[in-house]
């Protein structure tokens, strides 16, 4: 069974960036569908974004043109580069992977989660 | 966007209940329609995938039906481990919405 592991977050001051990763164990993020899930406190999930296995990006509309996903064959890693960050930006930030399910398929594999939090 | 609505927003319930939750989208998502669990510092659990197929390793007293707009989560004997938050996704197009969630606490 795969794992994901993220790590990444911390403290960040309005118009910020920060870089997360996404460490995959067990199988390879170039092989799958991998995105980006988030929750604000006490809310609830908002898809951020989505890197398929041939490439393809797509972003909620909220982070479009701020932030980047991108994947590292080589390390099995995967990335969200977060820039121009907002108050709204906070949130446990969790990598997830439609992995047995295909493009259209369910999230079956959720890593821990790491938390941003953007305040002056 | 496809809007996804979950109703009711939270319900209390005691062990042995039978529990249903209802999700609605905007528009036909077909049977492109997950259930996950979520408990309080945790990440989300996937239950129910494509409407009416249980993930492996999840017990049978869970079970979803519906297709098209209209969508069901059922608990059919509901346990101690099972009062958690409750969200439904539709995977049919981009972004990959989520409900608002249902909390279900005890009675």
């Known amino acids: 069974e795969g794992q994901l592991v993220e790590s990444g977050g911390g403290l960040m001051q309005p118009g910020g960036s920060l870089r997360l990763s996404c460490v995959a164990s067990g199988l390879t993020v170039s092989g799958t569908h991998m995105n980006w899930v988030r929750q604000a406190p006490g809310k609830g999930l908002e898809w951020v974004s989505v890197i398929y296995s041939g490439d393809n990006t797509f972003y909620a509309d909220h982070v479009k043109g701020r932030f980047t996903i991108a994947r590292d064959n080589s390390k099995n890693t995967l990335y969200l580069q977060m820039n121009s960050l907002r108050d709204d930006d906070t949130a446990v930030y969790y990598c997830?992977?439609?992995?047995?399910?295909?493009?259209?398929?369910?999230?079956?594999?959720w890593g821990q989660g790491t938390m941003v939090t953007v305040s002056s | 966007d496809v809007q996804m609505t979950q109703s009711p927003s939270s319900l209390s319930a005691s062990v042995g209940d039978r529990v249903t939750i209802t999700c609605r989208a905007s528009h036909s998502i077909i049977d492109y329609l997950h259930w996950y669990q979520q408990k309080p510092g945790k990440a989300p659990k996937l239950l129910i995938y494509a409407a009416s197929s249980l993930q492996s390793g999840v017990p049978s007293r869970f079970s979803g039906s519906g297709s098209g707009t209209d969508f069901t989560l059922t608990i059919s004997s509901l346990q101690p481990e099972d009062f958690a938050t409750y969200y439904c996704q539709q995977t049919y197009s981009t972004p990959r919405t989520f409900g608002q969630g249902t909390k279900v606490e005890v009675k």
């Open positions: 997830a992977t439609q992995y047995k399910y295909g493009p259209r398929g369910a999230f079956d594999i």
